[in-house]
């Protein structure tokens, strides 16, 4: 089975950048797409964005667009966020997330793997 660890969160300060890396190891699936999700205390584990197994489609929550970008390098068997303007309401921990499809999602349910999270902490 896959395994997914998460690196690079950190505190940073409002209108600051991270980014978020995410490496695979172990037995995957053949041809999975990758995904990012985001839970704030007393919240529900929220969708941040998603990756097609190929790179060719993203799609990302309405809060992060033009902020946030998913990419993936899949000879390192690793997906990234790169997190700009990053403001207070960001904070939470953020997982990676693989699926067994190629396709991206935005639903939790159609994910199968997820990584031990990385805390984001953006301060105002």
């Known amino acids: 089975q896959v395994q997914l660890v998460e690196s690079g969160g950190g505190l940073v300060q409002a209108g600051g950048s991270l980014r978020l890396s995410c490496a695979a190891s172990?037995?995957?699936?053949?041809?999975?797409?990758m995904g990012w999700f985001r839970q704030a205390p007393g919240k529900e584990r929220a969708f941040v964005a998603a990756?097609?197994?190929?790179?060719?489609?993203?799609v990302y929550a309405d809060s992060v667009k033009g902020r946030f970008t998913i990419s993936r390098d899949n000879a390192k068997n690793t997906v990234y966020l790169q997190m700009n303007s990053l403001a207070p309401e960001d904070t939470a921990v953020y997982y990676c997330?693989?699926?067994?499809?190629?396709?991206?999602?935005?639903?939790?349910?159609?994910?199968?793997?997820w990584g031990q999270g990385t805390q984001v902490t953006v301060s105002s």
């Open positions: 997330a693989v699926r067994r499809f190629p396709r991206a999602s935005s639903s939790r349910d159609e994910y199968d793997v």
């Open positions: 172990g037995r995957t699936f053949s041809n999975p797409a």
């Open positions: 990756i097609s197994w190929s790179g060719s489609s993203t």
